[in-house]
């Protein structure tokens, strides 16, 4: 009944749960059961092998029939479960199955737990990583809903984490007013410094521009938030044809003279700030090219090209390359 509340599992899964029954046991003749009887299992076709070590049940008709237990029993039988695995398996396991532990840690009623919410924060992390963005904005709030109410004080860090990236999630999602309700419980605590503030505000940024096609409001916010972290990008926004003028052939100087083996020797930044200065700029290249204003544009492109080769690669270098190389043969013809 157990095993059936886990849509595929793993031979040390099941290790975990048939250890269950009794902690005292033999951890090897435990596993000879659990590997007998998913052989058993194979036989009368119940389980299916669908990865190494890793297997699924073949009919949804197993599962139907555990599903007929009482709403509330099934709840509580599958948050001890995951609650199991999460204090049985080792770290590499749980990674593997983070999505199937961490789902029925969440269908019971845990408030007030710091570990289940820093799980919630691994799996809202790891969707985000593929994409699933609906899932990750869910695993966010279900760890939020157990923060404690002094989290600010102890455990500062995971509280910005997850308000963080549930903010990230229900603007990509365009759910703005949970978005803005998750970013104001952040502004409202004390001495929030600005590069921990930044990651809402670039998401914000982007939602401005991508989502709500509002370039010219776009590209103001990320001017100022330039300037916040101290990089004046333009002195008065009647300058910047003169200054985009003027960086053009400077940055196209910089990259012609460049030794070969340069950019070879380049490595990736990992100063958070400048990270976050390369992003401003990509969104800024983007919002003001979208707002007609392209010497700004070219500015922006510029910037981060030096920043390139000035500090070191992030993600969003090629763009900024391949872009300045759309300028270059667009304004000049230079095919060199």
Request: proline fraction near 2%; include cysteine; charged fraction near 25%.
């Amino acid at each position: 009944l157990i095993s059936t509340q886990i849509p595929t599992f793993r031979v040390g899964t099941l290790l975990v749960l048939w250890k269950m029954r009794d902690l005292s046991r033999d951890e090897s003749k435990v596993l000879n059961e659990v590997r007998s009887m998913l052989s058993k299992a194979k036989e009368e076709m119940l389980v299916e092998a669908c990865g190494d070590e890793l297997y699924q049940w073949v009919h949804d008709k197993v599962q139907e029939a555990a599903m007929t237990l009482d709403t509330t029993d099934l709840n509580a039988l599958q948050f001890r479960v995951g609650q199991q695995l999460f204090l049985g398996l080792d770290e590499n396991l749980l990674k593997e199955d983070l999505f199937n532990v961490i789902d029925l840690i969440n269908r019971g009623t845990e408030k007030d737990n710091i570990e289940f919410a820093e799980l919630n924060l691994r799996a809202a992390k790891k969707a985000r990583g593929i994409s699933a963005f609906e899932a990750s904005s869910t695993y966010a709030a279900k760890g939020i809903n157990m923060l404690r109410s002094d989290v600010w004080t102890m455990d500062r860090s995971l509280a910005l984490d997850l308000y963080t990236i549930g903010a990230q999630m229900q603007l990509i999602s365009g759910n703005l007013k949970i978005a803005d309700e998750y970013s104001n419980e952040i502004f409202k605590q004390e001495n929030v410094s600005v590069m921990e503030t930044l990651p809402l505000r670039i998401a914000r940024a982007w939602t401005l521009s991508s989502v709500e096609s509002k370039h010219v409001e776009a590209t103001e916010y990320v001017i100022n938030l330039l300037r916040e972290l101290g990089h004046n990008l333009i002195w008065r926004p009647s300058l910047a044809p003169a200054q985009a003028v003027s960086a053009f052939p400077r940055t196209l100087k910089l990259i012609k003279e460049a030794p070969k083996d340069f950019y070879k020797s380049l490595e990736i930044v990992t100063d958070p700030k400048q990270k976050a200065i390369s992003d401003l700029l990509h969104l800024l290249h983007y919002s003001s090219y979208m707002s007609g204003r392209l010497f700004l544009a070219a500015l922006s492109c510029c910037k981060d090209v030096e920043l390139t080769m000035k500090y070191g690669i992030t993600h969003n270098s090629a763009r900024s390359f391949c872009n300045l190389g759309g300028f270059v043969l667009h304004l000049q013809e230079d095919y060199g």
